[in-house]
């Protein structure tokens, strides 16, 4: 599998994590600059139902990696699954989206093999034959181009949000091989598998983020946000000050403590955009700003910058949305 980029797609519970197309979308763009072949994994309980979707990602081939103690995801298990797979394929390089569970996995894996990861890329740029993954460093205010060295196989995570899932393309069915995982030693298992709280959420999911920021001054002005936010079908969200007072539980939180997001559309509500703030949404595909300083810092990558007071602005909108 020399010259071979293998794009290791993220299931749970048999359901494709969706930003794995994101990874995938990145993965077709480098195949096509570099010429390297293009395929797929996906590894765990189900993986046989899900390949025959991204056997369609205009790949070569998927590799359905199943096994019977795959059936719950265990660091362990994942990377031992996988490090056999990859040592018999010598792919050049194995992209991940940097989710919860590769973060928690890929580690182990590029150790286990002597090799090197670099993770949480937002990008990459070719300088020659060589690849080049953009780090965001010191809280998004320096970006490094990080190289490998050495022989691979080299393994990569991108950031949520460093490509867009809508620019995929699609192809004729690729050929899927089902794959019965070598597995060793599994030393922890989940005594139950993790679910969670119904009412936390994933904001790397939604299409619409409604993000208040500390102008909203009060904490009963937080249910206005709410109001324009089931008014647009969105989510709510919010910076760091807000969240770290309570206002809104912490998994709603964006940044570079909280989640990174992507979304079609990312509107702030009085929000400054302090560096922390923009590396965990400055990816969404429109950005619209209320603030009423005209110099605020996010207007910087606002698509649309709205100078005024959000308590005059939003309610208007609120029913406006309403009627559209
Ligand atoms: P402010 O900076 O106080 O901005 C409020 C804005 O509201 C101002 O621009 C003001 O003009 C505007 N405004 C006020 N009234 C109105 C009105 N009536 N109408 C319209 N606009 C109005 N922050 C995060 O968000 N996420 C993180 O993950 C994060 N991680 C951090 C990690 C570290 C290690 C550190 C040091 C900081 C982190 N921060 C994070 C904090 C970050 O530096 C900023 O302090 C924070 O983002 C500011 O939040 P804000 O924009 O809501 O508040």
């Known amino acids: 599998m020399a010259d071979t980029i293998l794009v290791v797609v993220e299931q749970r519970q048999g359901k494709l994590n969706p930003v794995s197309y994101e990874t995938l979308a990145g993965a077709q763009q480098l195949a096509a600059e570099t010429g390297w072949a293009l395929e797929a994994a996906v590894v765990g309980e189900n993986a046989a139902a899900i390949a025959p979707d991204i056997a369609t990602k205009k790949v070569a081939k998927v590799y359905a990696i199943e096994g019977e103690k795959l059936k719950a995801y265990t660091p362990d298990g994942f990377a031992s699954a996988l490090k056999a797979f990859i040592q018999s394929k010598q792919p050049k390089l194995v992209l991940m989206p940097h989710t919860y569970q590769v973060r928690d996995f890929a580690p182990k894996l590029a150790t ?139 998994d709603r939180q964006i940044g570079s403590s909280g989640q990174t997001v992507a979304p079609k559309l990312y509107l702030a509500l009085g929000i400054s955009g302090a560096i922390q703030h923009l590396v965990g949404m400055k990816g969404s595909r429109s950005i619209i700003a209320i603030n009423k300083d005209s110099e605020a810092p996010i207007f910087e990558i606002a698509d649309v910058a709205v100078v005024g007071n959000l308590f005059d602005i939003v309610p208007p909108l609120i029913e406006e949305v309403k009627k559209a």
């Open 112 to 250: 286990a093999m002597n090799s090197t990861l670099i993770s949480d890329a937002t990008g990459y740029r070719k300088d020659g034959d060589r690849v080049l993954f953009t780090r965001q460093m010191f809280q998004g205010k320096f970006a490094a181009d990080v190289a490998f060295t050495g022989p691979g196989p080299h393994f990569a995570t991108f950031q949520a949000g460093a490509f867009r899932a809508d620019k995929i393309e699609s192809g004729a069915a690729a050929p899927i091989e089902n794959v019965s995982a070598e597995v060793a030693d599994v030393r922890n298992k989940p005594e139950e598998v993790f679910k969670e709280a119904k009412q936390a959420v994933d904001l790397t999911q939604a299409d619409i983020i409604v993000s208040v920021g500390r102008g909203i001054k009060e904490q009963k002005n937080i249910e206005l946000a709410k109001q324009l936010a089931d008014a647009l079908g969105g989510e709510i969200a919010a910076s760091r000050p807000i969240c770290d007072a309570g206002w809104l539980p912490m």
